[in-house]
């Protein structure tokens, strides 16, 4: 491993921050709240007819199709609908409401504290991401984490999103570094992986699912607590 590494570029969703059980946990208190139940929507059901709508409107907001709003207010409007719930209102509601909770819930991968303690003292640490800004705030603060990273990234702040190559360029100057001193570690190889290849970063593939390769992504780590053994 390039020992000239001095800063480290972290992704937040799925590499740091466990997104799953934490959107878990988030939409299982949003079928509660709206008693989805006395509808006879069961919480699988609503789990798995949001997360793929949710997936869909994502992959819109990556390619500039739809705004930020329209993604917050439209996918659980969907899914309602899809269920059976037809209410606009409601469906903008639990938007918000999910923008909250997913903020406050603290699931983090295994290591994350030990880990980032540890690389915190050897090298400058930053977080890239595609999360909304206050969203992203909200969780580092509340997993007290915050403080092993020196800036938040966010597509939302840059107007670009990973994998576009610009959101590393910007980050790299917000740094004050260039790629030959960075590194960056996260899990998505389509967002993550290449768009730090082409910004010229080399990269740690985070892999817990041990899932796969698209690009034959190497090197590849399956827990956090790798790092310190290789940086």
């Known amino acids: 491993?390039?020992?000239?590494y001095r800063h480290l570029f972290f992704d937040l969703d799925r590499t740091i921050w466990d997104f799953e059980t934490n959107a878990k946990e988030a939409i299982a208190d949003i079928?509660?709240?709206?008693?989805?139940?006395?509808?006879a929507i069961t919480l699988e059901n609503f789990?798995?007819?949001?997360?793929?709508?949710?997936?869909?409107l994502w992959e819109k907001y990556r390619n500039g199709l739809i705004t930020k709003e329209k993604l917050t207010t439209e996918r659980f409007y969907k899914t309602f609908?899809?269920?059976?719930?037809?209410?606009?209102?409601?469906?903008?509601?639990?938007g918000q409401l999910y923008l909250e909770l997913s903020a406050q819930k603290t699931h983090l991968f295994p290591h994350t504290h030990e880990t980032?303690?540890?690389l915190n003292k050897k090298y400058e640490l930053h977080i890239i991401t595609n999360g909304f800004k206050e969203v992203q705030t909200g969780k580092l603060r509340n997993c007290n984490i915050g403080q092993y990273f020196n800036h938040l990234i966010t597509s939302e702040d840059v107007g670009f999103q990973?994998?576009?190559v610009?959101?590393?360029?910007?980050?790299?100057q917000t740094a004050d570094t260039n790629s030959e001193k960075s590194l960056m570690i996260g899990d998505d190889e389509k967002t993550d992986i290449l768009g730090a290849s082409k910004a010229g970063m080399n990269y740690?593939?985070?892999n817990p699912g041990k899932r796969e390769s698209l690009f034959n992504s190497r090197p590849a780590i399956y827990s956090l607590k790798e790092l310190t053994e290789m940086l």
């Open 1 to 4: 491993m390039n020992r000239s």
């Open 31 to 39: 079928h509660t709240h709206f008693n989805l139940k006395s509808r």
């Open 47 to 56: 789990h798995i007819t949001y997360k793929k709508i949710n997936e869909q």
């Open 81 to 94: 609908k899809t269920l059976g719930f037809d209410s606009q209102q409601q469906g903008k509601a639990a």
């Open 116 to 118: 980032l303690s540890y």
């Open 162 to 164: 990973k994998p576009d």
């Open 166 to 172: 610009r959101i590393f360029e910007y980050a790299l």
């Open 204 to 206: 740690i593939w985070f």
